[in-house]
């Protein structure tokens, strides 16, 4: 079987589009435009170059951007005093604040001073809890993405054997809850998993977010399975860096029946619900109907 390869790239512009449709019409009808703050602490050049990447794309939607750019010695108490300032701002409905913080800031203690309503990125305790048990969360943007493209080309999931493998509190965990969420067999396996290669051949839809470079080989996949590959490592071959996922892709798209390369998989997909979540956010906090295909 040659995989399909599912395009993210393309997919996330479809979801910007729904979006700004959205946007336009909440400010047309309602007289509404959906606000997300970004708040960067420090100067790490890969995090200035997302919240960037971010800003662009709210303006694009047709949303309002609002980026705090503070430095890297911002003491706690000033942090939480932005974030409490931008929690009780009601042209606020989303807050993000980059990760990682500089060492001297707690990020548990950062992020659960956000008002869960608010927590575009899920990360919230409150959040987590209630993604846990089924209840209406905002939800992390990299595991919706995925849901996203897997009920795109499955319709419903119900019934289905699917293996994440990784256990990180922003993919594996909540990306595991949400296939729960939609009826599948969930298997959460990890670096000390028995048999991984067994584990995976069961698997009808595989989610691979380890952050190993082309761990799982083609011949761990099951004929016709759907892989999802959150991996972006950076590695050197043949004297040039090159991205590669945490899936080898070559031999898996021989065996998948669906597959997301790297990049232009999942990648594209996580800005695109970080907006899809701020539109979420937004409607809920002025008690209109949620965005349809964009929530989980
Ligand atoms: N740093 C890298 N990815 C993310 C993300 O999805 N959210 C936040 N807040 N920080 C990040």
Redesign the pocket.
Known sequence: MVAQVIDGKAFAAKVRAQVADKVAKLKEEHGITPGLAVVLVGEDPA?QV?VRSKGKQTVEVGMNSYEHKLDAETSEQDLLALIDKLNNDPAVHGI?????LPKHLNEDLVINAINPAKDV?G?HISNVGLLATGQKAMV???PLGCLMMLRDQHGSLSGMDAVVIGRSN?VGKPMAQLLLGDSCTVTIAHSRTRNLPDVVRRADIVVAAVGRPEMVPGDWIKEGATVIDVGINRIERDGKTRLVGDVDYASAAERAGAITPVPGGVGPM?IAC?LANTLTACCRANGLPEPEGLTA
């Open positions: 995090s997302y993000l604040v980059q990760l990682p990125d990360f992390p943007c990299t922003i996580t970080l």
